[in-house]
Every structure is written in structure tokens, then in C-alpha cells.
């Protein structure tokens, strides 16, 4: 209403919080530095507390506000007095999941999910809880425990807790104990200073365009300060109030007269509106109705033409602060205005010598002469008193000074302290990476038509043995693809059973074109192991593979690990995959990789009962240290197994660094690692070892559309989906980085044996 009067763009002093009215006071300021740690810190608890109507709700807009969306997903939680059962269901709510599956289990089962997305998508997720002061003990138990979800010792959630003061009790509290553990930063709000009080509205002002009009006086400011001890939304309420009081009245001048007439106003309509008061009197509550004599007065006439004596007559509430005594000077101006002058003495406030003396300042024109020794006498006192006061306070603030001062003196000395380890640390880290830089670049200088010796390579299509020169050093570089689907893998296996995949929709098909495709892009050619139970569903893919120029091997039948099979068993997996794919392609099926690289010192039949079917290789080492599979101490280049003769084993790529093996081989290790250290690796495996240097990935790693699995452990599935949309970009990097060949085409025959 006022703001067309005033030429503002909208209302100043709404009461609902909106950011963009935000005001850096100091407490506000330091709230919102705390909040921005806890982010930086991502994980924990930050508490935020303060009083009704302190700013709380504006400054956790602000930072929603000022939040990269890219990288954090936030919500707000409004609802209060959540019981313990109810809360995951309200935090779902809140991000907008929806559960597949009923129950908690359902429940808990989606936010893994939601939360596992996030963390792959490179996001984190933040729930703020508005009220908490009202969350039962168990509802703040079952929150700190829904905290406790991490990967890998990441943090995937993180609460910020907004709460009124007797949230603070509830934290000091013994049964609190593990969830104050979790607190990693608490800071309470509280209410502007007189200078940030007039700043503050000079601010809300401003935004909304304010051009000087109305005008603001000293002490206007003083008047709103006192009245709402500078509690923003206070202030809002007053000033709100005290802006349509001027529109209406035409004033475009805010001073101490217009605000204690609008004050009165607000007061009379909280007694009117209100219920009885106390019978007690309290600072700042209106004074019990007092007796009065008629006076012979025509001005008191003219008030009152009906009092008589006894009447009794309400003081009117004046501009003072709720929680403040009522001055002199303001008790004096009441009594004027109801020309009440001779008030019962019994029922009056007692006065401090400050406020008399302030009092007979402010009156001092009216004071008569045989008056002024003894007006003189009291003011003298109060002045005594008021400097007596003034010491104590100076003294005190020296005091507080002084403390604070070796406070900050022994912070410098702690970031002193803390440069210098963190400058080691630094320095140590720079060391660390020329060292590994180095490392990296050493295979690059290698000459590798130099270096690279005769090889024997085993043809596939004979058993003969042909010796000659590798010409280049991407002759050596080996391209495998494993043809399965997304829900056959092996960290999949617990939750998806076999004999329930044929409710799946077969997608890797699709994705295994694809793959053929980019080859064609990339003038590669590959080996493609292939499952038996895809080839029985998609019989024209292992002849689509053969006729575009690539090679087919057994991935086995059904992805059924060798060391979790009898030899017997192994054996008619084996033979059963290797006729199927050889009647479907029309061609020899050679090669052999067992499902999770399964071929290890428990199953020292294997390579000889594949000999036995007619296979010539295998490729199921992966001679490194993992929870799923691999062998740290199996060979690192082609090798033919103990006791075996005319039989390769083909490990993937690794190569050694500082000691230690590191995969650069493909699947998940190639998602996970930057192309080119992925690149890096590859080389200086080539430089280390003899014999091809086998890559592989899967067809599944370049469909991002594929269906998410649920209920599954979080390292699965980070496993599983991690960077599975840059896969294909990293693909076509690597693929133009190299001269890629089949595996039977690079084949080498060993020079020692393992």
C-alpha cells in the first residue's frame, strides 16, 4: 500500500525471510562463515541457533542462494515434531525420491540410491532442519545415524540444524553425547547493535529503490532500537507498521514523535487483542490503573468532562522497550496527556537518580527557581554515578580486550604453525608428483623399435609356430571387449540371480555394435569374448563380429567364476561356449577369458583342459592385488603355464610403480583414472614387458541408459556406474592414441616361464 506512495518497487519490511534482503551484521556474518565451513568440510553437523525472528530462516535462504547447484543438491526441511519412524519417509520427500519397493527397507534401500547417484554425478547432498528444537531425542538418533552413510569413508549426506535456543540444552545434554560428537560447528545468532539496527534499515530500504522518502531521524533510530532491541523480525513488524503510518498521515519525516505515536497504536492493539495481564508488574508491561483526583482544569475538562473522583483512569503504553523500565520523562508525558497529576504514589515505578536526572534535563524549561538547588543536586549525583559506570564499563571492556588479545595472539601463533606443517606437507606432495611425472614420462622416451626383440607369434588358425619382428610398438597393444549385459556382471551377482535373467531386456546388442562402430572409426580391430547365453539370444552377433574383420573367444556360458567350478564342470562349460560360438561365427574359437579373471593357483587344471578342447590362449590373469579377483604374484607378460606346452596365458595390462602393480588394463580402472595417466600407464607397460599388452572393457560401459540396479552395496555400484558417461569420449581418446590389434594377431610366445 505504502510503497506506490513512496515510490518503492516492493514492501521493505515483509516478515517472510527472503534472501535478497540478507544483512551481514556482524552475527549474521560469522552464522553464515560457519555455514560455509561446514560445506567446505562436507560432513557432520552445523548448528545454527538464536531466538524467534532473529534471521535464522533469511540466512539459510542466502546460502541456498549462493550454493553451485552443480555441485550440491540441498533441501529444507520444514516439518516439525518428526517422529523417529517418520523421518526418512519426510527426507525422501524433501529430495523428491520416491521409493520402489514399500517398508524402511524400500526406504532406506532408495535414499543409498539417491545418495550413490549424487556422489557419481560429483554432487553432495545437504538436509537442513528448520525447528529442530522441536525433534524428539530418537528422531535426532535415527538422523545422526542416517549421517553415518558413507562410501569409502566419504561422507554422501550432511545436516545443518537451525534451531531456536533451548536447542542448545538439548545438545548439552548427556543422551546427546554421540550426536554432539558429530557438531563439527555451532554458533548462536544474535540481535543487531544500535548501528547495525540503523544500517540494517537503511538496507532493507535501499533494495527495494528508496529515495530518501520518508527520512529517517537519530532519533527515530534510537526509538526503534529500543523497542525491538534489534531482533530483526521486530524491527520488520515496527517498521513495516510505521511506514503506513506516514503514507496515510502524508509525513515524510520519521522522527522520535511519529514513532512513539505508531508504538502506542501497536501496544493498544496488543491489549486489545491479548488476554488479561499479569497481575505482577513487569518491566516494560503497562502500569495497573491508578486513582486520580478530578482536576479544575478546562484543558483536563476537556479530556475528560465525565471524571469524577475515584474514577479510575489506564495509563497509556508508551515507546519503551518490552523488557525495559519505563522512564521518567515517558511517565511524565503520560500523565500529561490525562492531565492526571496528583497519581497514588503507592502504585508508581520507583526511579533510578539516572533516569530523574535524564528527566529534569528534558524538563529543565519548565523547572522553577526555587527549584534548581535541588534539580542541581540530583543531577550532580546522577552524573557521579553515570561516570562511576562509565569506568566500570571502560575497565570492563579492557578486560575483555586484553583476553581477547591473547586469543588471537596464540591463533597466530597456531596458523603460524599450522603454514608451516601445511608448507612441509605441500612441499612433500610437489616432491611426490614430480616423482610419479617423471615416471610417466620415462616410457615415452623409450625407442620402441629399438627395444622391442623378435617375437614367436602362435597363429590361430594352425598349431605351428612362426617366428618375426614386431614392427612398431602399438603392434603390442591388444583390444578385448567382454560381450555381457549390464545385470550379468559379478558385483550384481547376489542381488540378480541367472536363472532370473531373462527378465531382462537384452541391451548389449545394441551396445556391442556400437563398440563395432568406433572400431571402424578407428581402423581397431579387437577380440571379443563372448558369453554363450548372449550368443544363444543374438545368434547374428558373433557372425556380425567375424564378418567386420574382429576375432570371437569364450567368455564361458553363463559368467560362472572357474575357481568356483569342478574341473568336470569347467570342462563342459568350457566345451559347450566354444561350439555354440564356433557353429554361430563360423570360425575357430581360440581364445578363452574366464568371468572375473577366475584362472589363478586354485585351479591348476584349467589351462590344460583348454589346451584339451582346442583352445590355443587364455586371457584370465589380471596379476594385480583385489578384493574380486586377480593375483599379485602371477606373471605380468605372456607366460606359458607350468607343465603346459603350446599354451599361452595373456594377462591384462599392468604395469610398476614405487613398488607397487598398478592395473592400466581397462574396465572400471580406466573410468576412474584421467586418460592420460590411462595412456601414461600403457606405454610404460609396453616398455616393461614382452608380449601384447592387453586392454579390455565391456560393452555395457558405453550404454548410459541402462537401467540403475537397486539394492546393492554403494562400492558396487560406484564400481559399476562411476564416469559410465564420459566412457565413450575416454574410448575414442585411447583408441586414436594407439595401433590396436586382435589378440591372436599379437600373440608372443614367452621367453622364460613362470
Request: charged share 25%; glycine share 6%; hydrophobic share 35%.
Amino acid at each position: 500500500m505504502y510503497e506506490e506512495y513512496f515510490g518503492l518497487s516492493g514492501p521493505p519490511f515483509k516478515l517472510n525471510p527472503d534472501p535478497k534482503f540478507f544483512f551481514g551484521s556482524r552475527s549474521h556474518n560469522k552464522a553464515m562463515a560457519y555455514l560455509h565451513y561446514g560445506l567446505k568440510q562436507a560432513e557432520g553437523f552445523i548448528v545454527i541457533t538464536g531466538p524467534v525472528g532473529a534471521g535464522k530462516s533469511t540466512a539459510i535462504g542466502h546460502l541456498l542462494d549462493q550454493l553451485d547447484r552443480s555441485n550440491i543438491v540441498a533441501a529444507q526441511l520444514l516439518t516439525t515434531n518428526v517422529a523417529p519412524d517418520e523421518l526418512l519417509e519426510h527426507v525422501l520427500s524433501a529430495f523428491r525420491i520416491e521409493p520402489e519397493n514399500p517398508g524402511r527397507t524400500g526406504q532406506l534401500e532408495a535414499f543409498e540410491d539417491y545418495l550413490f547417484d549424487q556422489l557419481h554425478r560429483g554432487r553432495r547432498v545437504l538436509l537442513i532442519m528448520d525447528e529442530a528444537q522441536n525433534l524428539p531425542d530418537k528422531t535426532l538418533e535415527e538422523l545422526r545415524m542416517l549421517s553415518n552413510l558413507d562410501y569409502d569413508g566419504t561422507p554422501l549426506f550432511q545436516v545443518f540444524l537451525v534451531g531456536q535456543p533451548e536447542f542448545r540444552d538439548t545438545l548439552l545434554s548427556d543422551r546427546m553425547e554421540q550426536l554432539k560428537q558429530r557438531v563439527i560447528a555451532s554458533y548462536h545468532l544474535e540481535n543487531l547493535s544500535r548501528e547495525e539496527t540503523q544500517e540494517y534499515i537503511l538496507h532493507r530500504l535501499s533494495v527495494v529503490g528508496w529515495n530518501q522518502d520518508p527520512v529517517f531521524t537519530d532519533e527515530a533510530f534510537d526509538a526503534v532500537y529500543a523497542e525491538t532491541e534489534g531482533r530483526p523480525r521486530r524491527i520488520n513488524t515496527l517498521c513495516n507498521r510505521l511506514m503506513l503510518h506516514c503514507s496515510l498521515e502524508e509525513l515524510h519525516e520519521v522522527d522520535g514523535e511519529v514513532l512513539e505515536s505508531v508504538v502506542s497504536e501497536l501496544h493498544e492493539e496488543k491489549l486489545s487483542s491479548g488476554g488479561e495481564q499479569p497481575a505482577e508488574k513487569k518491566p516494560g508491561q503497562l502500569p495497573k490503573p491508578t486513582k486520580v483526583e478530578p482536576v479544575n482544569s478546562g484543558a483536563a475538562q476537556a479530556a475528560n468532562n465525565t471524571s469524577t473522583s475515584g474514577e479510575i483512569i489506564e495509563e497509556r503504553p508508551i515507546a519503551t522497550s518490552p523488557n525495559k523500565r519505563m522512564s521518567v520523562l515517558d511517565r511524565l508525558r503520560s500523565g500529561r496527556s490525562h492531565e492526571a497529576h496528583s497519581i497514588d504514589t503507592g502504585l508508581r515505578q520507583e526511579a533510578t537518580l539516572t533516569e530523574v536526572a535524564d528527566a529534569i534535563v528534558a524538563a529543565s524549561t519548565a523547572s522553577t527557581e526555587s527549584d534548581a538547588g535541588s534539580d542541581k543536586s540530583l543531577v550532580d549525583e546522577a552524573w557521579r554515578k553515570g561516570a562511576e559506570r562509565s569506568i566500570d564499563d571502560v575497565r570492563n571492556d579492557l578486560k575483555e580486550a586484553n583476553s581477547n588479545l591473547r586469543r588471537l595472539r596464540g591463533a597466530l601463533d597456531q596458523n603460524a604453525t599450522d603454514r608451516r606443517e601445511k608448507g612441509i606437507k605441500i612441499a612433500d606432495a610437489l616432491s611426490n608428483a614430480d616423482a610419479i611425472i617423471d615416471e610417466l614420462r620415462r616410457p615415452e622416451q623409450i625407442d620402441f623399435k629399438m627395444n622391442v626383440p623378435p617375437t614367436q607369434v602362435i597363429s590361430a588358425a594352425d598349431d605351428k609356430v612362426e617366428t618375426k619382428i614386431a614392427d612398431t610398438a602399438d603392434s603390442k597393444f591388444a583390444l578385448s571387449v567382454d560381450v555381457e549385459d549390464y545385470f550379468q556382471v559379478w558385483a550384481f551377482s547376489e542381488k540378480i540371480k541367472r536363472d532370473s535373467w531373462h527378465e531382462f531386456d537384452l541391451r548389449v546388442g545394441d551396445s556391442t555394435r556400437r563398440c563395432l562402430d568406433l572400431f571402424d572409426e578407428h581402423e581397431a580391430k579387437a577380440t571379443f569374448f563372448m558369453l554363450g547365453w548372449v550368443a544363444e539370444r543374438d545368434p547374428a552377433l558373433a557372425r556380425e563380429i567375424v564378418e567386420r574383420g574382429h576375432e570371437i573367444g569364450s567368455h564361458g556360458y553363463d559368467h560362472t567364476k572357474v575357481n568356483l567350478q569342478s574341473q568336470s564342470a569347467f570342462r563342459e562349460d568350457a566345451l559347450r561356449s566354444k561350439k555354440m560360438l564356433e557353429d554361430m561365427a563360423g570360425m575357430a574359437v581360440s581364445g578363452y577369458r574366464a568371468a572375473g579373471f577366475s584362472i589363478d593357483a586354485s585351479t591348476p587344471w584349467a589351462h590344460e583342459t583348454l589346451l584339451e578342447l582346442g583352445y590355443k590362449y587364455s586371457s584370465s590373469s589380471h596379476p594385480i592385488a583385489h578384493d574380486h579377483y586377480g593375483d599379485a604374484e602371477a606373471p605380468q607378460s605372456a607366460f606359458c603355464p607350468k607343465g603346459v606346452s603350446n599354451f599361452l596365458e595373456v594377462p591384462v595390462a599392468t604395469t610398476t610403480m614405487f613398488g607397487r602393480r598398478l592395473s592400466c588394463a581397462g574396465g572400471g580402472w580406466f573410468r576412474a583414472a584421467p586418460v592420460p595417466v590411462s595412456k601414461a600407464l600403457l606405454r610404460r607397460a609396453a616398455a616393461e614387458h614382452e608380449g601384447p599388452i592387453v586392454f579390455y572393457f565391456h560393452p555395457w560401459e558405453i550404454d548410459v541408459d541402462q537401467p540403475r540396479i537397486n539394492g546393492v552395496s554403494a562400492k558396487s555400484k560406484f564400481r559399476h556406474y562411476v564416469n559410465i558417461n564420459r566412457m565413450e569420449a575416454k574410448l575414442k581418446n585411447v583408441l586414436s592414441s594407439f595401433s590396436w590389434n586382435r589378440i591372436d594377431h599379437t600373440l608372443s610366445s614367452p621367453t622364460k616361464k613362470p
